[in-house]
T-cell receptor
Framework: NAGVMQNPRHLVRRRGQEARLRCSPM?????VYWYRQLPEEGLKFMVY????????ESGMPKERFSAEFPKEGPSILRIQQVVRGDSAAYFC????????????FGPGTRLLVL | GENVEQHPSTLSVQEGDSAVIKCTYS??????FPWYKQELGKRPQLIID?????GEKKDQRIAVTLNKTAKHFSLHITETQPEDSAVYFC??????????????FGEGTQLTVNP
């Protein structure tokens, strides 16, 4: 039973480019969460999705950031026109049910904006 | 929204000693409290969790206690080993119909176990 998969593991972008981060949840999990971890800081919630629905995006920056979890395929976190402050580790987690359930984390994507 | 505070930010112990990390939360409706261990460059890994209908939970050398009245919970690691060295994060969730799913994390504790 494969765990949460994320790719790419490392991503380098120049300022102004777009970054696309992908997350495949564990088999049987239909709830996906994205968290951002700035260097030497804790994890901050960004967005919670179910298949084809954004349930809670209260942690997402208002501009440049978007997320989706289509009926088929992985969840995508998209960052447009990246800036240096976007450099961070982006972790995806999944769970089988929404509340009171363990969230299992993927290995993360480390984004570096030059 | 929920706010989680974690102390201490760094903790250094001798091998074999116990380590205690404490967290407080603000939203009394929170009812799920996991602890994650994160080694450098790795993913957060769940080590233990507790739900609000339980006051204490133990798994070998690791235990968690929860005091809902005071809104705090603690991680206890006994007989520490060098491989316990990592950053430990507490988290809280469960308050609110949609926001209840998200985890609110503390800022982390860097635990160093000296041989």
């Amino acid at each position: 039973n494969a765990g949460v998969m994320q790719n790419p593991r490392h991503l380098v972008r120049r300022r102004g480019q777009e970054a696309r981060l992908r997350c495949s949840p564990m088999k049987g999990h239909s709830h996906v969460y994205w968290y951002r971890q700035l260097p030497e800081e804790g994890l901050k919630f960004m967005v919670y999705l179910q298949k084809e629905n954004i349930i809670d995006e209260s942690g997402m920056p208002k501009e440049r950031f978007s997320a989706e979890f289509p009926k088929e395929g992985p969840s995508i976190l998209r960052i447009q026109q990246v800036v240096r402050g976007d450099s961070a580790a982006y972790f995806c987690a999944s769970s089988p049910y929404p509340t009171l359930e363990t969230q299992y984390f993927g290995p993360g994507t480390r984004l570096l904006v030059l | 929204g929920e706010n989680v505070e974690q102390h201490p930010s760094t903790l250094s112990v001798q091998e074999g000693d116990s380590a205690v990390i404490k967290c407080t939360y603000s939203d009394s409706a929170s009812n799920y409290f996991p602890w994650y261990k994160q080694e450098l460059g790795k993913r957060p890994q769940l080590i233990i969790d507790i739900r609000s209908n339980v006051g204490e939970k133990k798994d070998q050398r690791i235990a968690v206690t929860l005091n809902k009245t005071a809104k705090h919970f603690s991680l206890h690691i006994t007989e520490t080993q060098p491989e316990d060295s990592a950053v430990y994060f507490c988290a809280a969730s469960g308050a609110g119909e949609t926001s209840g799913s998200r985890l609110t994390f503390g800022e982390g504790t860097q635990l160093t176990v000296n041989p």
